[in-house]
């Protein structure tokens, strides 16, 4: 078995505060995502990386910049956080094996708040 | 692109009565269909999934049937319990390496009252 953790578990900001999630994982696994989830739009990809020094950008990438440490770790950050924005961010990992079989695995959350 | 349309929450039952969440999908390959889990204050977990078309997966009493003719992969389960209460995703996972992607339903949220 594994974990994922993420810090902080709650992000309060400022409009146009630049914030950093970070997202740790012990799977070993290859591939890393960055979700974004509100409430009545499910979850939204916004970065992954396939492995270490990989970046892919997902459907809502703007306004956000991941960064890929190293194996386990991958890290998000909002470059201007809007006011009044609200959200939860995911961070889930995976092998990369099975071509779309694979099951992602996902962390507990970090709750954005923008005042 | 690819889609994902399930039954829109939220959805409110009585424990030992049945559930059916509806999901249906468009996509032009040949997808992994999954079911996620997400109980409060808990990212998604997998419940099950189905590689293959015409199989049916199941775990916890709940089980759905990938459907290729009818792009379906309805989630259903004879008796819902309290502990049910969660929201549910039905997912498309398809393509690998750089072009792997999951994509989710908007969840189905379910309340189950004693």
């Known amino acids: 078995g594994g974990i994922i953790t993420q810090t902080p578990k709650f992000l309060i900001g400022q409009e146009g505060q630049k914030l950093t999630l970070k997202c740790q994982q012990n799977?070993?696994?290859?591939?890393m995502y960055w979700y974004r989830q509100d409430s009545g739009k499910g979850l939204r990809l916004i970065y992954y990386s396939i492995t270490e020094n990989d970046l892919q950008k997902g459907d809502l990438s703007e306004g956000y910049d991941a960064s890929r440490e190293k194996k386990s770790s991958f890290s998000l950050t909002v470059t201007s956080a809007q006011k009044n924005e609200m959200a939860v961010f995911l961070c889930a990992s995976s092998f990369l094996r099975d071509w779309g079989q694979d099951t992602q695995y996902f962390g507990p959350g970090t709750r954005l708040l923008v005042l | 692109g690819d889609s994902v349309t399930q039954t829109e929450g939220p959805v409110t039952l009585s424990e030992g009565t049945s559930l059916t969440v509806n999901c249906s999908y468009e996509t032009k390959q040949y997808p992994t269909l999954f079911w996620y889990v997400q109980y409060p204050g808990e990212g998604p977990q997998l419940l099950f999934k189905v590689p293959k078309a015409n199989e049916k997966g199941s775990n916890r009493g709940f089980e759905a049937t990938y459907n290729k003719e009818a792009t379906s992969f309805h989630l259903q389960k004879a008796s819902v319990q309290e502990s049910d209460s969660a929201v549910y995703y039905c997912a498309l996972g398809e393509g690998g390496g750089s072009n792997y992607k999951l994509t989710f339903g908007k969840g189905t949220l379910l309340t189950v009252t004693p």
């Open positions: 799977f070993n696994h290859d591939t």
